[in-house]
């Protein structure tokens, strides 16, 4: 059935439906003053729990998306993984194959929209000639060996894992 509930103010928090106790189909939850946090969407297959399927959203409490990417019917990221920034500019851009796997280019960049860092993955591992660019768009061009963090002359970076978790720094 459907379920909503409320801030203290009146404004809605949380609205889906749900089967089975888990949420199915669109699942809005919101800020205080009432824009919109989370905008996803589940699946649910027959006696099973519901999944998070279809393109899912996350917006900043001024309404400027926060991040969209897609999921799959086997519960795995594909296509684009879209990170923005605050001011709406994009902060972070890669490709996911069918496997879930990070496959094709890879970017980043800072609030002003300038190029941060670029880069190939192929089937989830770093590949090529990656280019980190400081402030003054010098490219500082290296390799990134799988599973270490690299080190340029603008300090070390961490792994994927860090930039995808971790976006608001």
Do not use: M
Request: proline letters at 4%.
């Amino acid at each position: 059935g459907e379920f909503k509930s409320w801030f203290e103010n009146q404004n809605l928090e949380v609205s889906h439906y749900s089967s089975r106790g888990a949420p199915v189909g669109k699942y809005l939850e919101y800020y205080e003053n009432g824009s919109i946090f989370l905008d996803l969407n589940f699946s649910q297959e027959y006696e099973k729990d519901s999944n998070l399927s279809g393109i899912q959203k996350g917006y900043y409490s001024n309404g400027t998306p926060f991040f969209e990417f897609s999921i799959d019917q086997t519960n795995q990221l594909t296509g684009t993984l879209k990170i923005f920034h605050s001011n709406g500019q994009t902060r972070l851009n890669c490709e996911f194959n069918h496997k879930g796997l990070l496959s094709g280019n890879y970017w980043e960049k800072d609030p002003q929209g300038n190029l941060a860092l670029k880069g190939f993955f192929k089937s989830g591992i770093p590949s090529g000639h990656w280019s980190f660019y400081s402030e003054w768009k010098k490219n500082n061009p290296i390799q990134w060996p799988a599973g270490k963090n690299i080190q340029s002359s603008e300090g070390t970076y961490a792994l994927l894992s860090d930039i995808v978790l971790n976006p608001l720094n």
